[in-house]
């Protein structure tokens, strides 16, 4: 059987193409010219990291969104994203996350139609961020192509290659998903990403005997209140650092929790 990639995507962009067959199911998958085997999901063995595995870090869990495709809903869809994306963590994919997802919504409002019922998918894939918006209509596929510099169309998936890892096209049986995916550089799904002053904390409390739960997967109640104890002592311990050394422990203390709290807000404003 011969599969033909769906989309074409320019160097940064890995367009998947996905063939559903009713007796067969998912028959297979190709990126540009090179076939491969149907996209299978699998566990990742994540190694253990200095930072108590991450076990207490943000959960991040799926969730769905239906909406109407009309131009009224995009600016919601993208508040909802923003606040989400803030609550996982992951600020700096805030304006390439939105713009992808406006120009996905567009693309359905014009060559679907408007008021058409889409939904919006938002997941970890891996440590990547995956965008997903469903539609009901397979025919209608979108396409990259080469818009002219005086082109008054053509742009937006031109766009969505350059500001995402890669993207692509899934043909179900009763609707099309078109999704993207975003590079977070954590180093688990419900890790942290690469913030400087939280990988030198994880190497401070890398050196800190954390006592392990029998269960191999504690709960994240379990797993908070493991990773508060630990930090909780690494606190104590410069503190008394800085008694030792003559300064004013309380002194440090408050300096430290205003620092925090103005790092905080400008991730916040971001």
């Known amino acids: 059987m011969s599969i ?30 090179r076939p491969l085997l149907a996209e299978q999901r ?21 969730w769905e969104l239906p909406f109407l495709a009309v131009p009224e809903e995009v600016a919601a869809l993208r508040r909802v994203l923003k606040i989400h994306l803030r609550l996982w963590g992951l600020p700096e994919l805030i304006e390439s996350v939105q713009l992808c997802l406006s120009e996905l919504v567009s693309n359905v409002i014009t060559h679907v139609g408007p008021g058409t019922p889409s939904t919006l998918a938002v997941s970890m894939y891996g440590t990547h961020l995956r965008i997903e918006i469903h539609d009901p209509d397979s025919r ?75 269960s191999p997967a504690p709960s994240s109640r379990l797993a908070t209140i493991m990773a508060e104890t630990v930090v909780v002592a690494a606190i104590a311990d410069l503190l008394h650092w800085l008694q030792a050394h003559g300064h004013d422990a309380d002194q440090a203390l408050d300096r430290a929790q205003r620092q925090f709290e103005a790092e905080a807000e400008q991730v916040a404003n971001w």
């Open 42 to 62: 699998k566990t990742t063995h994540w190694s253990r990291s200095r930072d108590m595995e991450c076990s207490a870090c943000t959960p991040r869990t799926p």
């Open 140 to 214: 209608a596929l979108p396409t990259l192509i080469d818009a002219k510099g005086d082109a008054e169309s053509g742009r937006g998936l031109a766009l969505v290659a350059a500001c995402s890892d890669r993207w692509g096209v899934q043909l179900l049986l009763d609707r099309k998903v078109t999704w993207v995916e975003f590079a977070t550089g954590m180093n688990a799904p419900n890790g942290h990403g690469q913030n400087p002053s939280v990988s030198r904390a994880a190497s401070v409390l890398g050196l800190y005997d954390v006592q392990q739960p029998a």
């Open 4 to 33: 033909e990639p769906l989309v074409h995507g320019e160097p940064k962009c890995i367009a998947h193409a996905r063939l559903v067959s009713p007796a067969l199911g998912e028959v297979g998958v190709r990126q540009g010219d």
